[in-house]
C-alpha cells in the first residue's frame, strides 16, 4: 500500500522561504510521477508541480515557475518542493500524490495516492 506523509509546512513572511517534504512507502517509484498540488478552502485542488521519478523531469505550473523548485531523493524515497519568494497567495494546504502511469500532468485523477497535507501560510 502506498502511503504518502508530508512534512514541513509553517509560517513565513511574505518573500521567504519554506520547504515542504513526502515521504513516499509501500513500493518502488521508479515508473511513477510524483506531484505537488495545494487547495484553499471553497477552492478545487490545484496542481503546483510535478517529477518524473525515474531520470527527474520536473513540470510547474505557470503560477510557480521560477519560484518553487521540486525534487527527489531515491535513496530516501522523498520528494521536496524548495518555495521561494512566497507571496500571501501561495497560502494553502499542500499535498503530494503518486501518478502511477509516470506522465507528466497536472490533472488530479492521474494521481491515485495522496497524502494528508501540510499547511503553508504565508503573511503579507
Known amino acids: 500500500q502506498v502511503q504518502l506523509v508530508e512534512s514541513g509546512g509553517g509560517l513565513v513572511q511574505a518573500g521567504g522561504s519554506l520547504s515542504v517534504s513526502c515521504v513516499a512507502s509501500?513500493?518502488?517509484?521508479?515508473?511513477?510521477?510524483m506531484g505537488w498540488f495545494r487547495q484553499t478552502p471553497g477552492k478545487e485542488r490545484e496542481f503546483v508541480s510535478a517529477i518524473r521519478w525515474s531520470g527527474g523531469v520536473t513540470y510547474y505550473a505557470d503560477s510557480v515557475k521560477g519560484r518553487f523548485f521540486i525534487s527527489r531523493d531515491s535513496a530516501k524515497n522523498t520528494m521536496y518542493l524548495q518555495m521561494n519568494s512566497l507571496k500571501p497567495e501561495d497560502t494553502a494546504v499542500y499535498y503530494c500524490?503518486?501518478?502511477?502511469?509516470?506522465?507528466?500532468?497536472?490533472?488530479?485523477?492521474?494521481?491515485?495516492?495522496w497524502g494528508q497535507g501540510t499547511q503553508v501560510t504565508v503573511s503579507s
Open positions: 500524490a503518486a501518478n502511477p502511469t509516470g506522465s507528466m500532468v497536472a490533472l488530479t485523477n492521474f494521481y491515485t495516492r
Open positions: 509501500g513500493r518502488t517509484f521508479s515508473s511513477y510521477a
